[in-house]
Nanobody, 122 residues
């Protein structure tokens, strides 16, 4: 089970930190991902992390602004979002992939958390 939290409303240029707590199984051999979906748009990839070695992969639209990290002791991953833009406004979803590969296609993810809304105003 995945529980996402940390969404909210900020002004452009601000920061938010999303968290995704994993429970019910061991995710240490998984890859984790964040996706987002804006109203009227398709769900899009944001970032992925290999839980085992911490390697990451980012969408070009967020690279350099977002940082994906994991806290193995707490079975939680975090997405630090800086320099937020209005176009970052979306519902953000965390997901887990049983294969430790950093996929950007949501079809490869096996478990999904509920979304958390991020709103960035100009």
């Amino acid at each position: 089970q995945l529980q996402a939290s940390g969404g909210g409303s900020v002004q452009a240029g601000g920061s938010l930190r999303l968290s995704c707590a994993a429970s019910g199984r061991t995710f240490s051999s998984y890859a984790m991902g964040w996706f987002r979906q804006a109203p009227g748009k398709k769900r899009e990839f944001v970032a992925a992390i290999n839980w085992s070695d911490g390697s990451t992969y980012y969408a070009s639209s967020v690279k350099g602004r977002f940082t994906f990290s994991r806290d193995s002791a707490k079975n939680t991953v975090h997405l630090q979002m800086n320099s937020l833009k209005p176009e970052d406004t979306a519902v953000y979803y965390c997901a887990a992939n049983r294969r430790p590969s950093l996929y950007s296609d949501p079809v490869y993810y096996d478990y999904w958390g509920q979304g958390t809304l991020v709103t960035v105003s100009s």
